[in-house]
């Protein structure tokens, strides 16, 4: 792994956040859990050291390093805290690159400095009531006015509502009584007929802030929207693949820090005058859950390297999703079996990876859904 993705500047990026994740995230990730209290000091020292804006070019503050890095990042706070970890991957992968992509330079330069330093956060509005894995479905209308975009509708579960500066939702682009179809905008959260929810209580990512939005007659500057009127369905089909390798990587991680865990436990618990790990029963789950995390983590890091070598990696995203998610599923329910009673109390913390382990299969598209996006991608070698 080490040889064939990471160079010396990525190997430096690791130890950094590991450091950090191991001697400033660890210590409170209980209590956060506990009290369901976003890491807001946690956020600010992330940006502090440029985590918030790894993927950002430098041309606008950010650190100007690749996909690989960035994914690497994502597991090394994973392995500790899921919550702290998909804090950092939102606000990158869906607040902070859909303006990269289909920003204009104008947009790129009053907003990328802010979220790449970490002083402003960034969320994506795309899942409604009535449109989570049917996204297309989307029934919030942006209505063209003169120089402004009269939008209503809503969206719900979007990660970091509560404390972000500004949201990129999609919409229905309506002109002259005309539906051209789904575009995007900027908006920023002090914009009048926005309205945030209170944030959603949680099985897992408890720490991590969820909300709903409503939009009432909201005004929006036509100069907000995210390309061209119709390049919405485009903007945010290209931001959930990069963000399915985000939400790999965060089951990569959890998959690690359970199966951590689960190895030290198996050290020091002894039974029958040995240490459990020497039973078969045991020291088997814990080499499948090696192999299943190690197999997770080339898939996510091959697509990740695809990305930035400029490919097309949907189906690599897609497969790195699906299989991360499902090992993370299968590696902590495993990791609380081998703790046994201990995996079931909050103070062994497997039980927090089992219950952070589960949306990974739900968000970014389902297990199935991802399972649709390769069947499709494979059979078209058959055209």
Do not use: C
């Not at 509005?125 to 894995?133: F, I, K, Y």
């Not at 859904?369 to 059979?379: A, D, K, M």
Request: proline residues 3%; aromatic residues 8%; charged residues 25%.
């Amino acid at each position: 792994m080490d040889n064939l993705f990471f160079n010396d500047e990525h190997r430096m990026l690791i130890d950094m956040v590991s450091d950090f994740a191991n001697s400033e995230v660890e210590p409170v990730a209980q209590e956060l859990d506990a009290e369901s209290r976003f890491p807001h000091e946690l956020v600010a020292q992330m940006g502090e050291l440029g985590l918030m804006g790894i993927p950002i070019p430098e041309e606008y503050g950010g650190a100007g390093m690749d996909t690989v890095a960035y994914v690497a990042s994502i597991i090394e706070l994973a392995k500790v805290d899921a919550s702290v970890a998909i804090t950092m991957a939102a606000h990158t992968s869906l607040g902070s690159m859909p303006i990269l992509i289909a920003g204009t330079d104008e947009q790129k330069q009053e907003y990328l400095p802010k979220l790449a330093s970490g002083e402003m956060l960034g969320a994506f509005g795309l899942t409604e009531p009535g449109a989570g894995s049917d996204a297309g479905a989307t029934q919030t209308t942006a209505v063209k006015d003169g120089d402004e975009y009269l939008i209503n509708g809503g969206k719900i579960f979007i990660t970091n509502a509560g404390h972000a500066g500004i949201l990129n939702i999609t919409t229905q682009i309506i002109e002259d009584g005309e539906n051209l179809g789904i575009g995007a905008f900027i908006v920023p959260v002090d914009t009048p007929g926005l309205k945030i929810g209170p944030a959603e209580k949680k099985m897992g990512w408890k720490a991590s802030d969820t909300r709903q939005l409503y939009f009432e007659d909201m005004r929006v500057p036509a100069a907000n929207m995210l390309g061209k009127p119709t390049g919405g369905f485009k903007t945010f089909l290209k931001t959930l693949a990069g963000g399915r390798i985000s939400i790999g990587a965060m089951g990569v991680g959890t998959a690690e820090g359970a199966l951590l865990k689960a190895l030290k436990y198996s050290t020091e618990r002894e039974a029958f005058g040995k240490p459990i790990h020497k039973f078969q029963g045991v020291g088997f789950k814990l080499a499948d859950m090696a192999t299943e995390i190690e197999a997770a983590k080339l898939l996510v890091y091959h697509a990740a390297w695809m990305k930035d070598q400029g490919l097309e990696f949907t189906k690599e995203a897609a497969m790195g999703k699906l299989y991360a998610s499902e090992t993370a599923m299968r590696t902590t329910t495993e990791a609380i079996q081998v703790l046994g009673g201990y995996g079931y109390v909050k103070e062994y913390d497997v039980e927090r990876f089992f219950r952070d382990a589960k949306v990974l299969e739900i968000g970014e598209g389902t297990s199935e859904v991802q399972r649709l996006i390769i069947s499709r991608e494979i059979l078209k070698s058959l055209q």
